[in-house]
């Protein structure tokens, strides 16, 4: 149990004979004690970089890294009281599956008869209790990838850092492991910094999640926080599936509110609405974001008519896409609806659920145009 601190934190590679590459641009992460945290980001994007500095097989180029408060990133890895599942898993070929597990703790002083029951304990709780005296050249990169994890988790230690610990496993096993995951974290107070690229998995499990593009922090906030008001438009369409709906348009000044106009491609209306009681006072141009399970259709909606595109029942939601004025409208129901494609329907864009950006920066302006600021 520690708190954890990136402090401006910035990564430069420089390979020999070629450009240096800036991984980690400047991240600052506060990570609470006992608080569990997920990267989340596309390819490249500096996760395993982050993972790496702390942990202390990368040196930092610039800033700084504490554990409860004291610089640890000048430290050799033994020294930091940190614990990682590598992405490769690196185990020890010439070791059992239950002595990799268990090797961390031969040198944890009072480990002692303990090793035998811990090691059953996490392979137990990993469903690999029954290839504990394999080696790890015999057994599937699935159970590779869970040894890995298990000799990370046996450590107990202050910081814990999982490099997509469960990116091998069939969804219902990561569902199940997930949960167990979670449940051992809590109970042993364990600091813990995890990488998926699973969005579920991230709200599942994690107490804040950090959005990461391109080296960049754009985002550190709680699943809601993330998912109701994201910070930019880039985290407004990686986070969600289907991702939001985004259109160019327009607000503007109108007698007892404020309009909004979408376009289609060639520039033209392609739906309006209004938000009374907001006050503006000149128009301007902005995206305008909406997520797919807020937009409403059939009775009571009444702010467009869409044109159906394609209508797929997927057993318990509906994904319905719409070409509203030219611009394509993906919402999501969880009750099946009768039309087919050509067919036109009512949709509803509530007004609480319209985020609007700066098209510029990208910048979130509002989230929500419901009531007045
Ligand atoms: N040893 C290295 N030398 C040079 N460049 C590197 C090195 N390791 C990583 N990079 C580069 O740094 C950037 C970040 O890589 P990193 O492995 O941290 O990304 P990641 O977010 O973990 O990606 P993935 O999701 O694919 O695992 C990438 O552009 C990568 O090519
Ligand atoms: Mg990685």
Not at 154 to 182: C, T, Y
Request: proline letters at 6%.
């Amino acid at each position: 149990m520690a708190s954890l601190l990136l402090d401006n934190v910035t990564k430069i590679y420089r390979p020999r004979g070629k450009a240096p590459v800036e991984a980690v641009k400047r991240v600052t992460l506060d990570v609470k004690d006992g608080e569990i945290v997920a990267l989340l980001g596309s390819s490249g994007c500096g996760k395993t970089s982050m993972l790496r500095m702390i942990a202390g097989f990368e040196d930092v180029t610039e800033g700084a890294i504490k554990i409860d408060g004291k610089e640890i990133h000048r430290l050799a890895p033994a020294e930091r009281d940190v614990a990682m599942a590598f992405e490769g898993y690196s185990l020890y070929p010439p070791l059992k599956v239950r002595e990799n597990i268990g090797f961390a703790l031969l040198r944890q002083r009072g480990a002692g008869a303990d090793i035998e029951a811990r090691v059953k304990e996490v392979a137990s709780l990993l469903e690999i209790g029954d290839i504990l005296d394999r080696y790890p050249s015999l057994i599937s990169a699935g159970q590779q990838q869970r040894t890995s994890l298990a000799r990370a988790l046996i450590r107990r230690a202050p910081v814990s850092l999982l490099d997509e610990p469960m990116s091998q496993l069939e969804p219902q096993l990561r569902a199940i492991l997930r949960a167990r995951l979670k449940d051992y974290l809590i109970a042993h107070k364990m600091t813990t910094v995890f990488v998926t690229h699973d969005q579920t998995e991230a709200v599942a499990l994690a107490d804040r999640i950090a959005v990461m593009e391109k080296g960049e922090l754009q985002q550190f906030g709680t699943p809601d926080e993330i998912k109701t008001s994201p910070t930019n438009l880039f985290v407004a369409s990686f986070i969600g599936e289907p991702p939001m709906n985004i259109f160019a348009g327009e607000v503007s000044p109108v007698s007892g509110g404020v309009a909004v106009r979408g376009f289609g491609p060639d520039g033209t209306s392609a739906f309006a609405l209004k938000a009374p009681g907001l006050e503006l006072d000149a128009s301007r141009r902005v995206q305008i974001g909406i997520r797919p399970h807020l937009i409403r259709t059939g009775t009571g909606a009444s702010d467009a008519t869409g044109r159906v595109i394609t209508n797929h029942w997927l057993g318990d939601q509906s994904h319905i896409s719409f070409d509203i004025g030219g611009c394509t409208v993906v919402g999501v129901t969880d009750q099946p609806i009768a039309a087919r494609a050509g067919d036109a329907l009512p949709v509803g864009f509530p007004l609480r659920a319209i985020h609007l950006f700066d098209p510029e920066t990208g910048n979130a302006l509002a989230h929500g145009l419901d009531r007045a600021p």
